[in-house]
């Protein structure tokens, strides 16, 4: 009896042996946060030098973005979804024993590029307007506190400052859960963006407890990965993307 591959391969349809696709997203059980490490793990170990070079490349272009004012910025933001989607069928790739190079990386460059940008678009608008919002909120409690004076003052200016790093914290999650599957969405299914980012955020808010369970892990897994000078963190990256790609066909395919 041949051994069944744990991941189903997106665009299969039930008559090919994977289930069809759920574009509401299923729920998983809680579990499931640590097997999508795992398989992430397993992605990495099929071609491990590929993988630390397309981490090296990646993390230089971002390095070089850093660099450019205003536009670097700008521009690392909107192309991160378009090497996601690369990155992802690359995954893809190579869970159907295909190639996987470093082309793999700038593959979302020849496919949905339009979209995928748009992705980083609307993540951009969200992150500006949480932005916009924190810096009114902590800004309007330091002007309050300025009329009042020292003293209490100094005490309601503080409590401003929290409570806009806490509103910064609550939304930036949601923001977060509406692009974790976008991009792939918009590879493998051509979601349109918006849609993508609605799919996404309503599929990690039903699997809230196994994403719970896999942000701890990852969490801990990141901090031992930085203990030697960060270098951990090569791995760490296409673990983390193999298994961003296992939560979606897991999820959705």
């Not at 009896?1 to 509401?24: C, I």
């Not at 990386?105 to 590029?113: I, R």
């Not at 977060?176 to 051509?190: D, E, H, I, T």
Request: glycine share 14%; charged share 10%.
């Amino acid at each position: 009896m041949a051994e069944q591959n744990p991941f189903l391969v997106p665009g299969g349809s039930s008559e090919q042996g994977g289930a069809a696709f759920d574009p509401a997203g299923r729920n998983v059980d809680a579990g499931r946060g640590l097997e999508w490490i795992k398989q992430g793990w397993q992605l990495f170990v099929k071609n491990p030098g590929m993988w630390i070079a397309i981490a090296v490349i990646l993390l230089v272009i971002v390095i070089v973005l850093s660099f450019i004012p205003v536009i670097g910025s700008l521009a690392a933001n909107f192309l991160m979804p378009v090497f996601a989607g690369g990155i992802l069928l690359g995954c893809k790739s190579l869970t159907e024993g295909g190639d996987f190079g470093i082309d793999s990386l700038f593959a979302g460059f020849k496919q949905n590029t339009t979209n995928l940008i748009l992705v980083g678009v609307f993540y951009l608008i969200g992150v500006i307007a949480i932005t916009v919002l924190v810096f009114l909120i902590g800004g309007g409690a330091a002007l309050t506190g300025g009329f009042i004076g020292h003293g209490p003052g100094v005490g309601v200016a503080m409590g401003g400052f929290f409570l806009a790093m806490l509103v910064m914290l609550v939304l930036l999650v949601p923001l977060a859960m509406a692009v974790w599957f976008a991009p792939a969405l918009v590879v493998f299914r051509n979601v349109a963006p918006l849609e993508a980012m609605k799919a996404s955020f309503f599929a990690c808010l039903k699997n809230i407890v196994p994403f719970l369970v896999y942000g701890v892990i990852l969490f801990v897994l990141c901090i031992v990965a930085m203990i030697p000078f960060g270098l951990g963190m090569l791995v760490m990256m296409p673990v983390m993307m193999g298994s961003v790609y296992a939560s979606y066909v897991e999820i959705f395919e």
